[in-house]
C-alpha cells in the first residue's frame, strides 16, 4: 500500500523560529510537493521537485525553502515563522511517467504559529 | 494569472445525482483531475481526463472540454459517505488546484 508520511499532525512554534516539515514516501516516486491548505483557498503549491536535488518554485515560495537530500524525502524549512504561515501543510507524491499523474498526499501536519 | 472556479459548497439528497462544474485558465494545459477530501483527511484521487469526454469509474464519472476549459464531476447515487470537499486540478506548467466544492448529501 502507497504511503506520504509527515512528521508531525501538529506542530505549535513562536514567531520568528526556524521550522522543519519532513516528508517521507515510500513509493520511489520521482516528484514530490508542498501545499498549504487554507478554507476558501483550496491547495496551494509551494515548491516541487522532480528529482533529488532538484526543486521548482510553486505558486507561494516567499518564506519557504526546500531541501530533496534523498529521493523519498522531501523537507519544507520555514526560515523565520510568520504567523500569516499558519495552515496546513500537505506533502504528495507522484511517479513519472504516470498516464494520469496522481497525487498521493500524507495526512498533513497543522501548524500554528504564535 | 491562474484562475480555477467552482462552486463554494452544494447541497443533495441520498439516492440523487449532481455536478459539480469546474471552469479553469491557466498556463499550459495537459489535463484536468479530481480529488476528494473527507473533514480531517487528505485528499484521495478520483480521476484524470486529458482528451475531452466522459471517463466513467463507478458511480462518478468525470466530463472534459478542453475548447470551453470547462470540466465536471458527475456523482450517481448519492451516498452519506460522498459528503465530503471535492477539487479540481489542472496539469499545466505546474499543479494548480480549485478551492473545493464541499458536498452535503442529506438522508
Known amino acids: 500500500d502507497v504511503k506520504v508520511t509527515q512528521s508531525s499532525r501538529y506542530l505549535v512554534k513562536r514567531t520568528g523560529e526556524k521550522v522543519f516539515l519532513e516528508c517521507v514516501q515510500d513509493?520511489?516516486?520521482?516528484?514530490m510537493f508542498w501545499y498549504r491548505q487554507d478554507p476558501g483557498l483550496g491547495l496551494r503549491l509551494i515548491y516541487f521537485?522532480?528529482?533529488?536535488?532538484?526543486?521548482e518554485k510553486g505558486d507561494i515560495p516567499e518564506g519557504y525553502s526546500v531541501s530533496r537530500e534523498k529521493k523519498e524525502r522531501f523537507s519544507l524549512i520555514l526560515e523565520s515563522a510568520s504567523t500569516n504561515q499558519t495552515s496546513m501543510y500537505l506533502c504528495?507524491?507522484?511517479?513519472?511517467?504516470?498516464?494520469?499523474?496522481?497525487?498521493?498526499f500524507g495526512p498533513g501536519t497543522r501548524l500554528t504559529v504564535t | 494569472g491562474q484562475s480555477l472556479e467552482q462552486p463554494s459548497e452544494v447541497t443533495a439528497v441520498e439516492g440523487a445525482i449532481v455536478q459539480i462544474n469546474c471552469t479553469y485558465q491557466?498556463?499550459?494545459?495537459?489535463?484536468l483531475s479530481w480529488y476528494q477530501q473527507h473533514d480531517g483527511g487528505a485528499p484521495t484521487f478520483l480521476s484524470y481526463?486529458?482528451?475531452?469526454g466522459l471517463e466513467e469509474t463507478g458511480r462518478f464519472s468525470s466530463f472534459l472540454s478542453r475548447s470551453d476549459s470547462y470540466g465536471y464531476l458527475l456523482l450517481q447515487e448519492l451516498q452519506m459517505k460522498d459528503s465530503a470537499s471535492y477539487f479540481c486540478?489542472?496539469?499545466?506548467?505546474?499543479?494548480?488546484f480549485g478551492s473545493g466544492t464541499k458536498l452535503n448529501v442529506k438522508p
Open positions: 504528495a507524491s507522484s511517479a513519472l511517467p504516470s498516464s494520469t499523474y496522481e497525487q498521493y
Open positions: 513509493m520511489d516516486h520521482e516528484n
Open positions: 521537485s522532480y528529482d533529488v536535488k532538484m526543486k
Open positions: 491557466t498556463s499550459g494545459f495537459y489535463g
Open positions: 481526463n486529458a482528451l475531452d
Open positions: 486540478a489542472v496539469l499545466g506548467n505546474k499543479f494548480y
